[in-house]
T-cell receptor, first 114, second 112 residues
Framework: NAGVTQTPKFQVLKTGQSMTLQCAQD?????MYWYRQDPGMGLRLIYY???????DKGEVPNGYNVSRLNKREFSLRLESAAPSQTSVYFC?????????????FGSGTQLSVL | QKEVEQNSGPLSVPEGAIASLNCTYS??????FFWYRQYSGKSPELIMF??SNGDKEDGRFTAQLNKASQYVSLLIRDSQPSDSATYLC????????????WGAGTKLIIKP
């Protein structure tokens, strides 16, 4: 049972380049999330998808787009990367809303934007 | 601005002692609280959750919630070197549409 699989693990971009972070879960969870984690700060929610076919903005959505491709997959796209987007990105999933139950996290993506 | 505050540490505790980690929150609408452990370079994993005032015990871990004081704590008894990690506190409730608000974490070091 793989859980939450996130790719790539590491990525270096130049300012202005674009990329997509991929996330897939095999636990039949309804809800999926993208967080970023910066030193000295808590996890911040970028976007979430409460169920297949829906997406909503989180705390820090600017500069990002998401796609809930199907129940398993939730991707995060940076259209024009900026140095401020240098961070560790985590995908997560839960059967229901996270404020009520356990979140399962992917292994993370270390992104550097030069 | 809804906030969850934690002392960043590091908190150094001798092996076998009790480690006490604390968290305060600003949103009185928060109803559920979670403690996640994160080893360096790894992803967070759930340790404990608590919804009601009082204590909740699970093995060596005890979570405590005081809604009147807006205070959450995690006690780790018989601390082991493997408990050395960063502990993240998070809270959620109807006021945040049940999305979690996270603290920055407390780094715990257990000294052998």
């Amino acid at each position: 049972n793989a859980g939450v699989t996130q790719t790539p693990k590491f990525q270096v971009l130049k300012t202005g380049q674009s990329m997509t972070l991929q996330c897939a879960q095999d636990m039949n969870h309804n809800s999926m999330y993208w967080y970023r984690q910066d030193p000295g700060m808590g996890l911040r929610l970028i976007y979430y998808s409460a169920s297949e076919g829906t997406t909503d903005k989180g705390e820090v959505p600017n500069g990002y787009n998401v796609s809930r491709l199907n129940k398993r997959e939730f991707s995060l796209r940076l259209e024009s990367a900026a140095p401020s987007q240098t961070s560790v990105y985590f995908c997560a999933s839960s059967y229901n809303t996270p404020g009520k139950e356990k979140l399962f996290f992917g292994s993370g993506t270390q992104l550097s934007v030069l | 601005q809804k906030e969850v505050e934690q002392n960043s540490g590091p908190l150094s505790v001798p092996e076998g002692a009790i480690a006490s980690l604390n968290c305060t929150y600003s949103d009185r609408g928060s109803q559920s609280f979670f403690w996640y452990r994160q080893y360096s370079g790894k992803s967070p994993e759930l340790i404990m959750f608590i919804y009601s005032n009082g204590d909740k015990e699970d093995g060596r871990f005890t979570a405590q919630l005081n809604k009147a004081s807006q205070y959450v704590s995690l006690l780790i008894r018989d601390s082991q070197p493997s408990d050395s990690a960063t502990y993240l506190c998070a809270g959620g409730g109807i006021s945040s549409n049940y999305q979690l608000i996270w603290g920055a974490g407390t780094k715990l070091i257990i000294k052998p």
